[in-house]
T-cell receptor, first 114, second 111 residues
Framework: DAMVIQNPRYQVTQFGKPVTLSCSQT?????MYWYQQKSSQAPKLLFH???????NEADTPDNFQSRRPNTSFCFLDIRSPGLGDAAMYLC?????????????FGDGTRLSIL | GEDVEQSLFLSVREGDSSVINCTYT??????LYWYKQEPGAGLQLLTY?????DMKQDQRLTVLLNKKDKHLSLRIADTQTGDSAIYFC???????????FGTGTRLQVTL
């Protein structure tokens, strides 16, 4: 029944070692979002895809990249994770990127950096 | 600019009503959302309201919007232990078309 699926739920990587988080959706939504959520904070938008169009937030570090090979899948790549990148990463989707379309979230991937 | 604020913590007894408050600054907000986040999980959409409405009810949940004061509240009737979570309000605007989240309110339900 899960509509936005994130894998894995927990990911451990080493300082500086590239890591990829994945998200898939069964909703056939046009828009997919990646958020970073640190402990006791609100989610912070990193970037989103409207179909194949990539939209980066101005303050998202270059260390974070994303790929969307098709409608259903979207990946978050962290090229050289630092200790400050340890967080929960949330994927969300919406039918259209308009204000009246709710975003639906996955359960997140908690990333730890050793 | 956009700023959404919530009180950090609320404790209620099981069976009582909970009221979680949210204030926002962007007068062009068009939709306002409430999400619930349980420990270690993602955000679950609870309900949302269009800015030309002042109230929306959905089972145990009642959303009140005072657009003049830019104040939003979520009332949970007959609060249960399963309602213990962090509740985020979020706004979106026609120009930005993205969510701005509040700081989150941790609801603790005691027996």
């Amino acid at each position: 029944d899960a509509m936005v699926i994130q894998n894995p739920r927990y990911q451990v990587t080493q300082f500086g070692k590239p890591v990829t988080l994945s998200c898939s959706q069964t909703l056939n939504h046009n828009v997919m979002y990646w958020y970073q959520q640190k402990s006791s904070q609100a989610p912070k938008l990193l970037f989103h895809y409207y179909d194949k169009d990539f939209n980066n937030e101005a303050d998202t570090p270059d260390n974070f990249q994303s790929r969307r090979p098709n409608t259903s899948f979207c990946f978050l790549d962290i090229r050289s994770p630092g200790l400050g990148d340890a967080a929960m990463y949330l994927c969300a989707t919406s039918r259209e990127g308009t204000e009246d379309q709710p975003q639906h979230f996955g359960d997140g991937t908690r990333l730890s950096i050793l | 600019g956009e700023d959404v604020e919530q009180s950090l913590f609320l404790s209620v007894r099981e069976g009582d009503s909970s009221v979680i408050n949210c204030t926002y600054t962007d007068s062009s907000s068009t939709y306002l959302y409430w999400y619930k986040q349980e420990p270690g999980a993602g955000l679950q959409l609870l309900t949302y309201i269009f800015s030309n409405m002042d109230m929306k009810q959905d089972q145990r949940l009642t959303v009140l919007l005072n657009k003049k004061d830019k104040h939003l509240s979520l009332r949970i009737a007959d609060t249960q232990t399963g309602d213990s979570a962090i509740y985020f309000c979020a706004e979106s605007t026609r120009t930005a078309s993205k969510l701005t989240f509040g700081t989150g309110t941790r609801l603790q339900v005691t027996l």
